[in-house]
Structures are given as C-alpha cells and as structure tokens.
C-alpha cells in the first residue's frame, strides 16, 4: 500500500510525522502584504516585529490566503502568536484577543493585483486569488527567477540582484531572452549602485564571461528541467521527471490529449488539465519556441539514452542523502541522479524501508533517525565506489 501511495518530491504520501510541540512567542502584526508568484498566485504574508523565534529572527510569515486569514482572524495591529512549524518555516497561530486595538479591522484580499492592477479572480472550487494578466511584471520576474535556479535550468551566477537589473533595464522579458544575452552588454550591466568617486557599478567583465558560460551550459539540461523551470502550475520536479519519462519531447508532449497526459503515473485528471492548457496559451507556445530557435534542448536523446542505460544494479534499494558532499563536489540532487541511474530509488525521508542513508558533512536530522531506526549510514567515500561500481560493497 505504501508502494502504491508513492511519494512526493520530499515526503512519502503515506506518513505523517509527529514532532515535539515548537517554541512558541508573540510579537506585533505590523501590516499584511501581498505576494505575487510566478503563477500569478496571491498570498497575504504578515510583516512582523522581528522576534527571536527557535534559533533565529522572523520578521514575516505566510498567512497562506484570504480563508485562512478570517480563519485564524489575524488583522493589523494585533498581538499574534508565532511559531516555526516543523521548526524551521515561520507560522502564525492566531492573535491574542485581549491585546486587540479597538480600531483594528478584518483584513481583505485586494480585488486588484498589486504589482499590476489588474483584476484578480478566484476560480471556483480554490482559495487562492490569482492575476490573470500576461504582463503582470511580478509573475515576470519570479518565472525569471525560477528557470534560472538549481533545481530547474542551473544557471550558476543568475541571481535576483542581476535579473531584477535585467527586467529594470529591458532587456529580459521572459525566460527566453537570456538566450540573447552576451557577455559585452551583461559586463555594462547597471547594478544600480554607485563607487565612491560617484560613477555607476558595472556587473564587469570576469562575472559576465561566467554568466554567459553558465547560459550556454543551461541550453543541454534534460527535458524535466526545462519542464520544471516553464513553471506549469502543479508540475513540480518529480511531475517534470514523470512527464519527460512519458514524453521524451516537448513536442510529444504539447500533442498529448488530456487523456493521455491523465494516464502517466501520478498525474491526474486536474494536472493534465493545467499542462493541456499550457501549451495550447499562444504565448507560452512562443516562448517555447524561442527556446528552442536559440537552441535550448527540449528533448532527452532515448536511443543515446538507451545506449548509454547503465546495469540496474542497485533496483530495489532505497538511498536517502543528507548533508553536503564535499568531496565529489556534487550536489545532492546530481548524486541522486546517479543512483537513479543504476536503479536505485532515492526518497527525502527516512523510515525502516530505507535500505542506505549518505550522510555527507553537517548531516542533519534524517542522520539521527537512520541511528535511531538502525539504518545503515554510508560516508561519501562509499557513495563513490557504489557509483564507480554500481554495487554495495560487502560490509558497508
């Protein structure tokens, strides 16, 4: 039953984890403030008096949306209880009443979108408020920010400082500009600051060779990648991975019907729904193909990937990792990827089926649980013979 429930990206779909109650304080709700994401959703977010809160400072948290906001009856003004949920995502209880100011009202959603005052609408059946306009520059800018992070395109160097300056200047609209960028112009790049004799920052040459290096890297990632970085509503990246197993192309992809995109594991009916409609928008299709005039792969090689298919080695064993491997210098996710690659599954929790946990340096919590459960923890040296090998030596 478990098998059959599967898992997400972090968590198994079959397990709730119970936890110590957290530390718990109460500070001022100075305002709420709206967040616009990279899908146009709208979430209230509460400003707060910075308090020292299970180790470190918060000053906001997610109010999540407009019901969970009259659920917990938080309004400006209001004495609120905070805690980290988990302890480490900020979370807000609710108020406390006796301290309430006499003038502080119930809060609503704005029936505009902040960033750019077009109407905002709440589909039925949903709680969250969304901006449906093309242009909205808030949705711009975190589309931007997400194709260009380490779990989609990784483009190493492409921060919010250098593409908040890219979208001010005009030169980056959507995520197929940065596919137009060279290092001449990104080296005369404005960063909005000035030097001490009063002449303006340059972005300069040494970090623009880098980023157009990265750029250039970015255009051969793997069909999930640039799946997960289009940010199509629901499709995060174990959603990208089982679709570009399904549809090795985009343009296999962009044919599917409903009924067919239903059928891939773990997509149901309300995702294949969202990812149909992508693709049937003119301007993502646009965008799409821009990517690939300016040379963006967008589709996995099967016949290569056949080819090149290693020994299934490791099927039936389960590897969690935790901490940094120093080391190999790979991340987290590329080991993962190797051990996929000789097929092994690998889960980002820990439980009794655990075959192996890699505990890398400054190993966190999922250590402690493999000792407490009798897991066994392999150290990145065995990481490394297990993926020059493709087997578990006898006796780790």
């Known amino acids: 039953q478990q098998e059959a429930m599967g898992y997400t990206a972090r968590a198994p779909r079959w397990a709730i984890a119970f936890k110590f109650p957290p530390e718990e304080k109460t500070t001022l709700l100075r305002d709420i403030t709206v967040q616009v994401g990279r899908t146009g959703k709208l979430t209230p977010v509460a400003e707060l008096d910075p308090v020292r809160v299970a180790g470190s400072t918060v000053a906001r948290a997610t109010l999540h949306n407009e019901d969970e906001v009259r659920r917990k009856d938080v309004r400006v003004g209001d004495t609120i209880i905070v805690r980290k949920a988990g302890d480490v995502i900020p979370e807000i209880l609710g108020p406390v009443l006796s301290l309430r100011p006499a003038d502080a009202q119930p809060w609503e959603m704005p029936r505009v979108c902040p960033s750019c005052q ?11 408020y969304r901006c449906i306009s093309i242009d909205c520059p808030a949705q711009a800018a975190e589309r931007l920010i997400h194709w260009a992070s380490r779990g989609a395109m990784d483009i190493d160097g492409m921060g919010e400082e250098i593409i908040g300056r890219l979208i001010e200047s005009g030169r980056v609209t959507d995520v197929a500009d940065y596919y137009t960028l060279d290092a001449v112009e990104l080296s005369m790049l404005d960063m909005g600051r000035v030097n001490k004799d009063g002449a303006p920052i340059r972005l300069g040459e040494t970090v623009a060779k880098k980023l157009v290096a990265a750029i250039d890297e970015s255009r051969m990632r793997p069909l999930a990648r640039p ?154 040296d065995a990481l490394l013979r297990i993926l020059e090998t493709g087997e578990v030596p006898a006796g780790e």
Request: net charge negative.
């Open 118 to 128: 077009s109407p905002v609408v709440r589909e039925e059946g949903e709680v969250d």
């Open 227 to 380: 799946l997960f970085g289009l940010g199509i509503r629901h499709v995060g990246k174990t959603m990208a991975e089982a679709l570009a197993a399904a549809f090795p192309s985009i343009d296999a992809l962009m044919a599917a019907s409903e009924e067919e995109l239903a059928a891939v594991e773990g997509v149901g009916p309300k995702i294949a729904r969202c990812v149909y409609l992508f693709f049937r928008t003119p301007d993502n299709v646009a965008v799409i193909d821009r990517l690939r005039k300016h040379g963006v792969s967008l589709e996995d090689d099967v016949q290569a990937a056949e080819e090149d298919a290693l020994p299934q080695t490791l099927a039936g064993l389960t590897f969690v990792l935790t901490g940094s491997l120093t080391q190999s210098g790979m991340t987290r996710d590329e080991a993962g990827a190797a051990l996929k690659a000789r097929g092994a599954k690998v889960s980002g929790s820990v439980s009794k089926k655990t075959s192996y946990v890699v505990a890398g340096e400054a190993a966190g919590s999922k250590y402690d649980k493999a000792i407490a459960l009798g897991v066994p923890v392999l150290d990145e």
